[in-house]
């Protein structure tokens, strides 16, 4: 969730809230350091979508998943 949200909050400059969150886990997530990846999918006038990937220091995929946004208020200049 914060991956993602982040992703929309720095592509828009403004705030979200989060209105719907998909997340699949693919495996154990045993490792001591982890890498998230996320990316902006689309923003609309009201709603932004976006992914995240969390990977294990070796970059097996652990757990993907989607965010759904609410854009609510600027925040950034």
Not at 12 to 18: K, Y
Not at 36 to 50: F, L, N, P, Q
Not at 55 to 74: I, N, P, W, Y
Request: proline fraction near 3%; charged fraction near 20%.
């Amino acid at each position: 969730d914060t991956a993602a949200s982040l992703a929309v909050i720095v592509h828009t400059g403004e705030s979200v809230f989060t209105i719907d969150l998909r997340v699949d886990f693919l495996r154990p997530a045993t490792a001591a350091v982890f890498r998230v990846e996320s990316s902006v999918v689309r923003v609309g006038r009201t709603i932004a979508v976006a992914d995240a990937r969390v990977l294990s220091a070796d970059g097996r995929l652990v757990a993907s998943g989607r965010g759904v946004f609410q854009r609510h208020l600027r925040i950034l200049p």
